[in-house]
């Protein structure tokens, strides 16, 4: 499978800055976004997933110390056509059924320049499992404040990779009359997460 090329997340960092000490984050979900694109005769054809997760575990100090896990709902597949989703959830392509997540655990993490890392770890897809390296750049942090006037904190990541889908043994295809075949087995992935810092939960007398 080819190195990956990040722009999630598949797996998103916060450690880049020295406010960013041991802290859990969690994905915001409606502000993020797990896109992708792949041939499909001449020209790309996008898409996304719609429903995600994951948790991240920051440490500014010490980059190796932190971790990353993130989800994603295979059966959320979504490239507005309603035939092509039908058929990209059976068992042509994700077979959602029987393999329902696409899961990223991250095992090792390095810095790798300013405001970037690599992220490597085991990458589940279709039942199979593959140790990727995704390079990760934090977008800066952000102090908020809610509605109920309770403090938290906000940052941003991107990441993107292509992978391979003939590694995860998503393997179908059309031949063409002319010759080549209808997809590409390239897939280019793009994860742009927005998190949220997991605050303590308030003090009760």
């Given at each position: 499978?080819?190195?990956?090329?990040?722009?999630?997340?598949?797996?998103?960092?916060?450690?880049?800055?020295?406010?960013?000490?041991?802290?859990?984050?969690?994905?915001?979900?409606?502000?993020?976004?797990?896109?992708?694109?792949?041939?499909?005769?001449?020209?790309?054809?996008?898409?996304?997933?719609?429903?995600?997760?994951?948790?991240?575990?920051?440490?500014?100090?010490?980059?190796?110390?932190?971790?990353?896990?993130?989800?994603?709902?295979?059966?959320?597949?979504?490239?507005?056509?309603?035939?092509?989703?039908?058929?990209?959830?059976?068992a042509n392509f994700f077979d959602v059924?029987?393999?329902?997540?696409?899961?990223?655990?991250?095992?090792?993490?390095?810095?790798?320049?300013?405001?970037?890392?690599?992220?490597?770890?085991?990458?589940?897809?279709?039942?199979?499992?593959?140790?990727?390296?995704?390079?990760?750049?934090?977008?800066?942090?952000?102090?908020?404040?809610?509605?109920?006037?309770?403090?938290?904190?906000?940052?941003?990541?991107?990441?993107?990779?292509?992978?391979?889908?003939?590694?995860?043994?998503?393997?179908?295809?059309?031949?063409?009359?002319?010759?080549?075949?209808?997809?590409?087995?390239?897939?280019?992935?793009?994860?742009?997460?927005?998190?949220?810092?997991?605050?303590?939960?308030?003090?009760?007398?």
């Open positions: 499978m080819s190195r990956s090329r990040f722009a999630v997340p598949l797996t998103l960092l916060l450690f880049a800055s020295p406010a960013l000490a041991q802290d859990t984050w969690n994905i915001d979900k409606g502000h993020s976004e797990v896109g992708f694109q792949i041939r499909h005769f001449v020209t790309k054809v996008r898409g996304r997933f719609t429903d995600f997760s994951g948790t991240i575990v920051a440490n500014a100090a010490k980059p190796e110390a932190s971790s990353v896990e993130f989800t994603i709902k295979a059966a959320s597949i979504d490239t507005d056509s309603e035939n092509r989703d039908k058929d990209l959830r059976s059924e029987k393999f329902p997540d696409i899961a990223f655990k991250s095992s090792k993490v390095k810095a790798a320049g300013k405001d970037k890392y690599d992220v490597t770890g085991t990458l589940v897809m279709h039942g199979v499992s593959k140790e990727i390296t995704l390079p990760v750049t934090y977008l800066g942090s952000v102090a908020t404040k809610d509605r109920q006037g309770r403090e938290g904190a906000k940052a941003g990541f991107e990441t993107s990779v292509t992978l391979n889908r003939k590694d995860f043994d998503i393997t179908w295809n059309r031949a063409l009359d002319n010759g080549g075949v209808m997809l590409g087995d390239e897939v280019f992935v793009q994860i742009n997460l927005e998190c949220n810092k997991a605050m303590p939960a308030p003090k009760t007398n």
